[in-house]
């Protein structure tokens, strides 16, 4: 079991920036990959980018693409999603998420919703003047 404890959200005006931290506890010896998701009300959640535990590889959905950057501290078993440009279309409650995979295919696959086992409980992001 893992267990997955998002921080860091909160209201910014656009064109700021937010760190979003997600610790992860229990089982976090062996090799994942970490992923973030957001859902905006009214709509399915999608994935934004994730990240190997074991490998430097990453992976960004198109519309986070150049603004966006996960990193990974292995010693503090902790994942972080920085933010810049915000957006008001980026608001929305960020989800972190943990697949028993190190693997990447380096495609929309590795952002499946369904490929992830553990989920953190959610932090709320509001872009908004």
């Known amino acids: 079991q893992v267990q997955l404890v998002e921080s860091g959200g909160g209201l910014v005006q656009p064109g700021g920036s937010l760190r979003l931290s997600c610790a992860a506890s229990?089982?976090?010896?062996?090799?994942?990959?970490y992923g973030w998701f957001r859902q905006a009300p009214g709509k399915e959640r999608e994935g934004v980018s994730c990240?190997?535990?074991?490998?430097?590889?990453?992976y960004y959905a198109d519309s986070v693409k150049g603004r966006f950057t996960i990193s990974r501290d292995n010693a503090k078993n902790t994942v972080y999603l920085q933010m810049t440009n915000l957006k008001p279309e980026d608001t929305a409650v960020y989800y972190c998420a943990a697949d028993l995979s190190p693997y990447l295919s380096n495609s929309d696959d590795d952002l499946r919703s369904d490929r992830y086992d553990y989920w953190g409980q959610g932090t709320q992001v509001t872009v908004s003047s």
């Open positions: 229990g089982r976090t010896w062996d090799y994942y990959t």
């Open positions: 990240i190997s535990s074991r490998y430097e590889t990453t």
